[in-house]
């Protein structure tokens, strides 16, 4: 796992310096994450740096359980009272921390460090690319059937072909991209027009 743990600081350390050189106004825009901005998805990512284990299960209860409903509300409620200075710290000061998602072990942490890196850099036409060894530890759990239902998924009668590397998933229609434009699709992300080709890849496009 020390070259897991690695990557994940890597990742964490490259979020930070992108988000230090964003322009205030830039934190306001939408991400690939339906309904929230720059700073929403921040607040997101940093939850389990800036709560306590006791804290984050009183904010779970207080949502019924419900894990989504409470990573909504708690992101939008920490977006409108953290700067996005004190943000951007929260992601620095922790390249190393310990945090894994439940049952998802520090691969886990890798993916959603990846995801939703990617669902802020993209929209706004930052020019990042993932290293390739992140996008290839995180790709084989995104192309399990348990993820693609998790996301809500439909590749039915579709191949998704990389256009940097050797990655293809599925059969049918080519919709070709690069690989970390995959793992977006993968996640049931719609990304913005021109960055997947192929006959069906409005399927997978923003409108």
Sequence with gaps: MDDIRDM???ERAALAGVLAELPAS???EPTLCGGWRVKEVVAHITMPFRYSGPRFFLELAKSRGNVNAM???RARHDASVLSADQLTAAVA???RHPW????GGFLGALTHDVIHGLDITVPLGIERTVPADRLGAI???LESPKTLRF???DLSGVELRATDSEFRFGSGSPVSGTTQHQVLVLCGRKLPKGLLEGEVSGRFTAA
Aim: aromatic share 10%; no cysteine; hydrophobic share 35%.
């Design 93 to 95: 000061d922790n390249v």
């Design 8 to 10: 994940i600081a890597a």
């Design 100 to 103: 894994k998602p439940p049952g």
């Design 26 to 28: 830039r934190w306001q």
């Design 71 to 73: 990573s909504d509300r």
């Design 151 to 153: 996301f809500g998924v």
């Design 139 to 141: 790709l084989p759990g």
